[in-house]
């Protein structure tokens, strides 16, 4: 099994807020493909600090997690959902880990 975790942003990359619908898209569109998740609660972001181009971004991001099988069909989603992400919610871009797991 693998467990992926997305951290995505709650704020464009000017600050402005995303958009909940937008959010609540991404949750949908995971479900449909995997049959659940995992979220942080929005009330209580992550906090994530990166580099670009010399300059610091400081990002309030929740994070997404879907336990799932490990396979080519996975991996591939993920790589193409990360770019669609990155237009989707306007950023540079966008942090999705594999782990893998053993379920009990």
């Known amino acids: 099994m693998i467990k992926y975790e997305l951290y995505l942003p709650l704020k464009y990359n000017n600050g402005k807020e995303i958009e909940f619908e937008k959010l609540k898209r991404i949750r ?35 994070k997404l ?21 990155k237009e989707f919610l306007e950023q540079i871009d966008i942090l999705i880990t594999a782990q893998e797991i053993r379920t009990i």
Request: hydrophobic fraction near 35%; charged fraction near 30%; charge should be negative.
């Open 28 to 62: 949908e569109d995971l479900i449909a493909m995997f049959g659940a998740l995992t979220v942080s609660p929005l009330n209580a972001p992550y906090q994530g600090r990166w580099k670009y181009g010399g300059v610091e971004f400081v990002d309030d991001i929740i």
């Open 65 to 85: 997690e879907v336990i799932t099988e490990s396979d080519e069909k996975t991996e591939k989603f993920y790589k193409d959902y990360k770019e669609h992400l």
